[in-house]
């Protein structure tokens, strides 16, 4: 099989999300979050270094992964790798345009959301009004009536959040991904149903790291470099 140098055919581009980091489907058997991220950001870097791979996240979705990493306390090392070979880069909102398909799309998903929403909303108020202020068997401080508050929140966020962009990170994402012509990584599956409207290329987070692998193995180990 023919092998590959850094200046070969696989020059790419990935806009990385939250996802791709914080699922287990990175870890190999009993790996921890931390070892997992370290393997993953060694694999990162040695693709950049030998292929020219290169890595982007917003600054948006930098600031939510380093503060859930923060509060989970891996260890600094992990700052730095994510700091070293991961650029953060603002997205061109001005510069990149959104075809008009899109934007149709999103009203005519949020007026249908909304309507969804009215429905969970409405079955909850009739279902309260029958609700006492007993305990529900299961817990000794929950009613009834909070019993069906807990479910309304559950059933409201599914109608309203799956599967829709609710959030700057997420628009941010794929702005960056369409301004650099980039590939898609993350386990978000509505990220994933955004990007075919947005004409992105994706892959799943959890087949990420195999993919930078296989990339790896096709270079020459005469030429290869490594993270020391």
């Not at 055919?9 to 070892?35: C, G, H, N, P």
């Not at 909102?93 to 969970?120: C, K, N, Q, W």
């Not at 009739?126 to 508050?149: C, G, Q, S, Y």
Request: with cysteine; net charge negative.
């Amino acid at each position: 099989m023919a092998t590959a140098t850094s200046s070969g055919a696989f020059k790419q581009r990935f806009v990385l999300d939250t996802s791709l980091f914080l699922t287990e489907e990175i870890r190999q058997d009993d790996e921890s979050l931390e070892s997992a991220i370290l393997r993953l950001l060694e694999l990162i870097a040695n693709a950049r270094l030998n292929l020219g791979i290169s890595c982007y996240v917003p600054p948006t979705i930098h600031d939510e992964l380093t503060t859930i990493l923060a509060d989970r306390e891996v260890d600094d090392a992990v700052f730095s790798r994510l700091n070293t070979w991961i650029i953060r880069k603002h997205p061109d909102r001005y510069a990149v345009t959104i075809p008009a398909h899109v934007v149709y799309s999103f009203v005519d998903e949020m007026s249908g959301r909304v309507d969804r929403g009215l429905r969970v909303s409405e079955t909850a108020v009739r279902r309260a009004e029958t609700a006492t202020d007993e305990t529900v068997p299961e817990h000794d401080h929950k009613t009834e009536t909070d019993a069906i508050i807990s479910d309304l929140r559950e059933k409201y966020r599914n109608a309203m959040r799956t599967g829709v962009l609710d959030s700057r990170e997420d628009f941010d994402l794929l702005i960056l991904a369409r301004e650099l012509d980039a590939g898609v990584v993350t386990e978000d599956t509505g990220i994933i149903d955004w990007t075919e409207d947005f004409g992105l290329r994706y892959i799943r987070g959890r087949e990420f790291p195999d993919l930078l692998e296989q990339y790896l193995t096709a270079i020459d180990s005469d030429a290869k470099r490594t993270v020391d």
